[in-house]
């Protein structure tokens, strides 16, 4: 018998020569490194490049929401560990521009979970696909498979351009300026793999609102945001965009600065470009945790880093690429499959009724809808993908996209269908009612696969869908459109920051055991395009969380005025009041009496942190292990008060406050009578934890004690709100970190 073809040999004049160049490379560098010829330090970014990203793997282990799988890899004895190994069962990122789908692209992704993964997709908050515990080896097939089919994981991680989001609803939205879809496909293939964008410290991320009043594409959170907006110019309406710089969530969020409020469309590409060039050469390289571009502004200031991208945009060579795509907007317009025609009259089964309100938006083009289908935890099997991928060749077409919600939507549905729709998603377990309301938890994968993950926030996630979808015909319309984000850590990969109800996961030490914890952060803002963040109010328990959840939203239905947001509610009350609310919930019965609250949601195992590991994509780990220092969370939380209250110096002064006491707490450890002289406890931490690398640990090193140093000896000669609101986030993770070294200098085996 001949020799089977590879998928090289049999996709060789479906992929562009290029591509497949750069897939071969890629291919020779694993050769290499299985060789021992090519260092691992080397060799990483290489494959993250490529979307290749080392997870936290367990051979046995994957919680779907409501049980845990049991998985079987050919890899050995593998468990989840710090030290993962390079060619250990990992992630493959598949970037989707703009979350844009075609049935086709869907059958060769539901193919590839089938064959190389555990038959589940995942959908990630920047409407990328992922398939996790995947095989290195396996990857560069997997990459001519979907590049054969118009797909590239270039770039998907590691320093670059990441995927480049928009709204779901481009083109059908009922308020947007205009549709924004052919700009962002256009900046997605101007950048990706452009030269000026391959020296970064760290990511890039780019979003598109079509506009400024709803969730859109959050451009307040992004690296640059683009909100369409028109205007008159002689007599003539131009197009444009509304242009903000600076923005990111992750440990310290900054909420996204004007950069300009009308930049006309032949303008937008040039300018990425020269912000590209500009945080290229001025951006942090050496200290990764400061690499973004949010931390250039802070320290440039906004006028400034205006200047230099304007004074960059002045001396770059033209490019034609820059405005050729403007000649043919309409190529990525969406033709509708089916004629449109009424629902009236049409039979309804069993849970339409239910479904037809929360996940179904009437479009701007008459008799035509846009049909949001539900995924627990942003997953979907292989059969579902595949199944899907059917449906919507029969009712849609390709007008398919992924959301940042971790959703799929299907458009332009002609209303007469919308009932047979129903009933075929419902066939293939896909008719979950709620999109976009509380019961939708948004989750990262946390301690799942992701390195950096401390508590299980998909775990966490599926017990509160259950718990909310139980009552969800009898939530208050309050309440309903509420949004619930969990990130496993810090990082706020689950936009926990732009949440009505945030939550990240950290640990405490009780009792010599490591206990599983989520921060609550309150008063984030998911419309305005991510208008608004959070703050962390208390750390409860993991187990405790669906208790806060409860007390909260019903404090909010009893005691809200009319029409009273959420977020006004909870700054009408004060965070003083909603902390005491929260007050009784935030204690751990012993390990005899509930031995449950030291396991993690989802995994029976005693709940331990020593699992993790350096993250390769959004920073270094930080293992936030933690004793009571409850002296410290206080003037911490104070000085949020004050922040709320317009009161900026008391605010920062207060933070800074929290930070030298909680130095001392340490340094009393082995210096009991240790004046409360600042500069003498900052000098006795410096000298006792910080030269001695007490206070280090095994990947942040002494980044968190920089945050200590810096506020001590900054002269500050103008107190204002962002001055005083970052101090406020890292006092916060000074004090984690300062729980970290007092329980590993503190340890105590259970």
Request: hydrophobic share 35%; glycine share 8%.
């Amino acid at each position: 018998m001949p020799e089977a073809l590879t998928w090289k040999e049999k996709l060789k004049d479906q992929v562009p020569e290029d591509l497949a160049r750069e897939i071969d490379n890629f291919e020779s560098s694993m050769a290499l490194r299985k060789q021992g010829k090519l260092e691992e330090s080397i060799f990483s970014e290489t494959r993250l490049r490529r979307g290749v990203y080392g997870q936290r793997y367990d051979n046995g282990q994957r919680f779907d929401g409501s049980r845990t799988q049991i998985l079987d890899f050919p890899s050995g004895d593998l468990v989840k560990s710090p030290d993962t190994r390079w060619d250990a069962p990992g992630m493959q990122r598949i970037k989707i521009p703009f979350g844009g789908l075609t049935t086709e692209q869907m059958d060769v992704l539901a193919d590839l979970a089938e064959e190389y993964s555990d038959s589940i997709l995942h959908i990630t908050t920047r409407q990328d696909v992922q398939l996790h515990y995947v095989h290195i080896d396996d990857t560069p097939d997997i990459m001519y498979r979907l590049a054969s089919v118009g797909i590239t994981t270039r770039e998907a991680c590691g320093n670059s351009v990441r995927n480049v989001t928009a709204c779901p609803v481009s083109g059908v939205c009922n308020t947007e300026a205009f549709d924004v879809t052919p700009y962002a496909k256009a900046c997605t293939k101007f950048l990706l793999g452009h030269p000026d964008c391959q020296d970064f410290g760290r990511k890039f991320k780019i979003a598109f609102s079509g506009c400024r009043h709803e969730a859109c594409g959050l451009t307040g959170m992004h690296d640059l945001g683009a909100i369409a907006a028109t205007k008159v110019v002689d007599g003539t309406e131009k197009r444009g965009f509304e242009l903000y710089v600076g923005g990111g969530l992750g440990a310290v969020p900054h909420q996204a600065k004007l950069f300009d409020p009308f930049v006309s469309e032949e303008e937008l590409l040039p300018l990425a470009q020269a912000m590209a060039r500009v945080f290229a050469r001025l951006g942090e390289k050496a200290n990764r945790a400061r690499a973004r571009v949010k931390f250039l502004i802070a320290k440039l200031g906004i006028d400034e880093f205006k200047r230099l991208v304007l004074e960059e945009r002045k001396v770059l060579p033209e490019d034609p690429a820059w405005t050729d795509y403007l000649s043919d907007l309409s190529v990525t317009d969406e033709a509708p499959l089916k004629i449109a025609q009424p629902m009236n009259g049409t039979a309804r089964t069993e849970g339409f009724d239910a479904w037809f309100r929360t996940n179904v938006y009437r479009q701007r083009q008459d008799g035509y809808v846009t049909a949001t289908v539900t995924l627990p935890l942003g997953d979907l099997t292989s059969n579902q993908m595949r199944e899907l991928a059917n449906i919507s060749r029969k009712y849609v077409d390709d007008t398919i996209r992924a959301t940042v919600e971790q959703n799929i939507v299907l458009r332009w549905v002609s209303e007469a269908d919308v009932p047979e729709l129903y009933s075929a998603l419902k066939a293939i377990g896909l008719n979950e009612p709620g999109a976009g309301t509380i019961v939708d938890v948004t989750a990262c994968p946390g301690t799942d696969t992701c390195k950096l993950g401390i508590a299980s926030s998909r775990g966490l996630a599926g017990e509160l869908r259950t718990r909310l979808g139980e009552k969800n015909l009898e939530l208050d319309e309050a309440i309903e459109n509420l949004r619930i984000k969990i990130s496993g850590c810090f990082n706020s990969c689950g936009q926990h920051h732009v949440a009505d109800l945030g939550f990240y996961g950290i640990s405490r030490k009780i009792a010599g055991y490591t206990v599983p914890h989520f921060q609550v952060v309150l008063g984030g803002q998911w419309t305005e395009n991510a208008g608004s963040f959070g703050l962390a109010m208390t750390a409860v328990p993991s187990k405790r969380v669906p208790d806060v959840v409860t007390r909260l939203t019903e404090n909010y239905i009893q005691g809200r005025n009319k029409d009273e947001s959420f977020q006004d509610y909870v700054r009408r009350i004060g965070k003083v009041e909603v902390k005491g609310l929260l007050d009784d919930l935030t204690t751990v019965p012993p390990f005899e009496e509930d031995p449950s609250f030291y396991t993690d949601w989802g995994d029976t195992r005693v709940f331990t942190t020593g699992d993790m590991g350096k993250g390769e994509c959004a920073g270094e780990v930080v293992p936030l292990v933690q004793f009571e220092l409850s002296n410290c969370e206080r003037e911490a939380f104070e000085a949020q008060v004050f922040l709320d209250e317009g009161e900026y110096e008391q605010a920062y002064k207060t933070a800074y406050s929290a930070m030298v006491h909680a130095a001392k707490a340490l340094v009393k450890t082995q210096f009991l009578d240790v004046p409360e002289d600042p500069d003498t406890i900052v000098e006795e931490f410096r000298t006792r934890f910080n030269d001695t690398e007490l206070f280090f640990d095994a990947f942040a090193k002494g980044k968190f004690a920089n945050y200590l140093f810096r506020v001590h000896k900054e002269e500050v000669s103008e107190y204002n709100q962002d001055k005083a609101h970052q101090v406020i986030q890292e006092t916060q993770l000074f004090i984690e970190a300062t729980h970290a070294c007092y329980g590993r200098m503190n340890v105590v085996t259970a």
